[in-house]
């Protein structure tokens, strides 16, 4: 049973450049949430999606935003990187009846 | 709005011996309460949740937490610790309006485990 991956692992960007990472979550799972995990710190909620819409989002600028596909995976975009956008991001499933989230391992973005 | 916090930045601790994690949140409501662990490199594994009923609740490799709500805490401990269980805790709160997606975390605490 394959838990919540993410893509890719690893990528360093260049600051004003654009960044797509990509998530599939657990099977079964039907709600994707994206969080922020700078260094040293806790994971902060970014937004979270499900049937294909954003259903609630945290403190975060517009140039963070998202999409979930018909088959639950999820995409989340970032514009205009700025060095403070370095940090793991993590992507988060869960369903109705298997409510706790599930963490995927995360991409380590670097913006130089 | 929600917010935890964990005093404890860093925890050293013997193998073998007792663990106990702080963990401190403001809701004005009943909470959702959550323990993960992160080992370096990793993602978040849930250790243990509290969403009602008994504030005594178990988790998985050994660990437990205790919801007291008139302290506002959900410590963690364990009777026993290994040294396998040397990583970083965060515990978080969930609000029951806005579900256990969007959770706050606390800062963290990293634990070490001396031989």
């Known amino acids: 049973d394959a838990g919540v991956t993410q893509s890719p692992t690893h990528l360093i960007k260049t600051r004003g450049q654009q960044v797509t990472l990509r998530c599939s979550p657990k099977?079964?799972?039907?709600?994707v949430s994206w969080y922020q995990q700078a260094l040293g710190q806790g994971p902060q909620f970014i937004f979270q999606y499900y049937e294909e819409e954003e259903r609630q989002r945290g403190n975060f600028p517009d140039r963070f935003s998202g999409h979930q596909f018909p088959n639950y995976s999820s995409e989340l975009n970032v514009n205009a990187l700025l060095l403070g956008d370095s940090a793991l991001y993590l992507c988060a499933s869960s369903s109705r009846t298997d409510s706790p989230l599930h963490f995927g391992n995360g991409t380590r973005l670097t913006v130089t | 709005a929600q917010s935890v916090t964990q005093p404890d930045i860093h925890i050293t601790v013997s193998e073998g011996a007792s663990l106990e994690l702080r963990c401190n949140y403001s809701y004005g409501a009943t909470p959702y309460l959550f323990w993960y662990v992160q080992s370096p490199g990793q993602g978040l594994q849930l250790l243990l949740k509290y969403f009602s009923g008994d504030t005594l609740v178990q988790g998985i490799k050994g660990f437990e937490a205790e919801f007291k709500r008139s302290q506002s805490s959900f410590n963690l401990r364990k009777p026993s610790v290994h040294w396998s269980d040397a990583a970083e805790y965060f515990c978080a709160v969930g609000a029951r309006q806005t579900g256990f997606q969007k959770l706050v975390f606390g800062t963290g605490t990293r634990l070490l485990v001396s031989p």
């Open positions: 099977s079964g799972h039907d709600t």
